[in-house]
């Protein structure tokens, strides 16, 4: 049973700074595709980074330059810092390790959430 853990989430004010980690038990870590999803309240989950098992990364437009997603594959990990935290960014945080043969997704695994909270 794949287990995806994350940690690290929190209340923090406005201009601050949280790092978000996940711990997975995934076997071929370094082969997974890797992504930090989040869920505000009364919307739907949106994607926040993602980064390929080639290192490839892609952020969404509202965090480009304030977050920064990284991976660790011989500690099979995956991290998100979040810099100059805005109220909107308030949400509940996912990762998602997914890995696609061609087109064929053969391992979707996710997390149970962590909470972010922006506020003064």
């Known amino acids: 049973q794949v287990q995806i853990v994350e940690s690290g989430g929190g209340l923090v004010q406005p201009g601050g700074s949280l790092r978000l980690s996940c711990a997975t038990s995934?076997?071929?870590?370094?082969?997974?595709?890797l992504g930090w999803y989040r869920r505000a309240p009364g919307e739907q989950r949106e994607l926040v980074a993602a980064m390929g098992a080639s290192g490839i990364t892609t952020y969404a437009a509202s965090v480009k330059g304030r977050f920064t997603i990284s991976r660790d594959n011989a500690k099979k990990m995956v991290y998100l810092q979040m810099n100059s935290l805005k109220p909107e960014d308030t949400a509940v945080y996912y990762c998602?390790?997914?890995?696609?043969?061609?087109?064929?997704?053969?391992?979707?695994?996710w997390g149970q959430g962590t909470q972010v909270t922006v506020s003064s």
């Open positions: 998602n390790a997914q890995l696609n043969y061609g087109l064929e997704t053969i391992g979707d695994y």
């Open positions: 995934i076997t071929i870590f370094s082969s997974y595709n």
